[in-house]
């Protein structure tokens, strides 16, 4: 037998075996793993990290091969609970709400079960139960996931209404296939920025993922994969329904609002002219973005649902704390100074921030082409993470796809690291490692710096030497 088809059935063989490995720790992780466990959490993590750097090293070359497996990793969680967050249980509750008929931003779980006079008439199933899941923190808030995602939640109840596990599944299929979806545009955008495929295995391999999306069903997945459309379309040229698109993913999650001004520039190619024809453009793409979102909360809008989601949402910059980075030193320092712990000044300071870096990358940086503008994505959602007070694993989806389109790695990196977030969740309560915390950031940071200085730096003085 000639040596080229010998070692072709070994590299098959050493690939199922890789595959097979890589499948029983992902059968571990969703069946045999409580989130306090956090030495099997990290170990399993790190080898399902592993294998899959190998197997995309060695198999990039095989698309198909890679895909599969990505589908088959996913359904091995298919009948699985969620054992690292508890939030479905608020998907689930607010899902059966609105499917009864009722506004799910109008009344927290706690009110419901306090009031049963007021809301008996209306039954939610399994009602206790949600509430014991969700956890009391959850359930004494409104409701602040976006009119698309509660549609998500709705069918869920629609098709499995009285099955916590029934209605998980339909969830986690809605996941698996948007997922689905940001392989095969994310392959399109790939193709039509001239980068290599297996890039975008990066997301849709990387046990990151496959854990936070379709294990702990957060959806992220099903906003990333409007804004991957999105991006594909509006490098075809195709600004229409590109801006649909964007505002779909708004209507899951409120994440790409902070995308809105770095597209301003990119209306204006062709070295950067302006004319009116071009404003009318870029003014266009935001008003169909923005109309989009409002069609969709158009059915639950009132002066009541305003203030309730909007006190919500401002929880997460002036009450949580979680994961933090720049926010924590900040913190310290006003330990430090003032003696108490400042996140309600700051809360409100660093948004501000956030904004004018956006505008500075929006004004000052020549996003007039399809990657300089996802570079630009990646840089304004990282720097709003790097500043934020609450950074949960699974919000580092989104620069980790946005990386797949550009040169730059430190989201990857990112992925892997944010897992040390989890040790948080120990067996007597909740306390972080701060040392763990310091040690994800200065390993990111720390990778970004050698990406944006000392890696560029040295292809620069190397490439004379490879054009000799």
């Not at 890789?18 to 992902?26: E, F, P, Q, R, S």
């Not at 997945?221 to 075809?236: A, I, P, Q």
């Not at 996802?374 to 709003?384: D, E, K, N, Q």
């Not at 430190?410 to 969740?425: G, K, N, R």
Request: charged share 10%.
């Amino acid at each position: 037998m000639p040596t080229s088809i010998v070692n072709s059935i070994r590299t098959q063989k050493f690939a199922i075996l890789l595959a097979l490995v890589t499948a029983v720790l992902y059968w571990f992780f969703a069946y045999e793993l409580e989130r306090s466990d956090f030495i099997r959490l990290i170990t399993l993590f790190a080898g399902l990290f592993i294998l899959t750097y190998q197997l995309i090293k060695m198999f990039g070359w095989n698309f198909w091969l890679l895909a599969g497996m990505g589908v088959v990793f996913r359904l091995i969680f298919l009948p699985a609970i969620p054992n690292l967050s508890q939030d479905f249980y608020r998907f689930l509750w607010d899902g059966r709400a609105l499917a009864l008929g009722m506004n799910p931003y109008l009344f927290t779980p706690e009110q419901y079960l306090s009031e049963t006079g007021l809301f008996s008439f209306i039954p939610i199933a399994q009602a206790r139960e949600l509430y014991a899941g969700m956890g009391e923190l959850n359930g004494s808030h409104y409701s602040n996931y976006p009119p698309l995602n509660q549609l998500c939640f709705a069918i869920a109840a629609l098709i499995s209404g009285k099955s916590i596990l029934g209605s998980a599944i339909v969830l986690r299929l809605l996941i698996i296939l948007a997922d689905i979806g940001i392989l095969y545009f994310g392959r399109k955008l790939l193709k039509a920025l001239q980068l290599p495929e297996k890039q975008i295995f990066w997301y849709f391999l990387n046990p990151f993922i496959i854990i936070e999306m379709t294990g702990n069903l957060h959806f992220e997945g099903v906003m990333l994969f409007f804004v991957v459309w999105s991006l594909y379309l509006l490098h075809k040229g195709k600004w229409v329904w590109a801006a649909v698109l964007l505002g779909l993913s708004v209507s899951v999650k409120l994440l790409p609002l902070l995308f809105l001004p770095l597209f301003f520039r990119y209306a204006f190619q062709k070295e950067g002219i302006f004319n009116l024809q071009r404003l009318s453009r870029v003014v266009l793409f935001y008003v169909l973005t923005l109309l989009t979102v409002v069609i969709t909360f158009l059915p639950f809008l009132s002066g009541e649902f305003a203030d309730n989601f909007a006190a919500t949402i401002g929880l997460w910059f002036q009450k949580f704390e979680f994961n933090a980075s720049i926010y924590y030193i900040i913190r310290w320092i006003g330990f430090q100074t003032i003696g108490w712990n400042i996140i309600a000044s700051v809360g409100k300071i660093l948004p501000l921030v956030v904004i004018g870096f956006l505008l500075l990358l929006s004004f000052f940086r020549k996003n007039t082409e399809t990657k300089p503008l996802i570079t630009a994505l990646l840089f304004g959602v990282s720097f709003y993470f790097l500043l934020s007070t609450t950074v949960h694993p699974w919000y580092v989806a989104t620069p980790l796809i946005l990386s797949v389109f550009t040169k730059y790695r430190f989201a990857i990196v990112w992925s892997a690291f944010v897992m040390l977030s989890y040790s948080a969740y120990g067996a007597e309560g909740f306390s972080e490692n701060l040392w763990l915390v310091a040690l994800e950031y200065v390993v990111v940071a720390g990778f970004l710096l050698w990406e944006l200085f000392l890696k560029k730096s040295r292809q620069n003085s190397l490439q004379p030497i490879e054009n000799g």
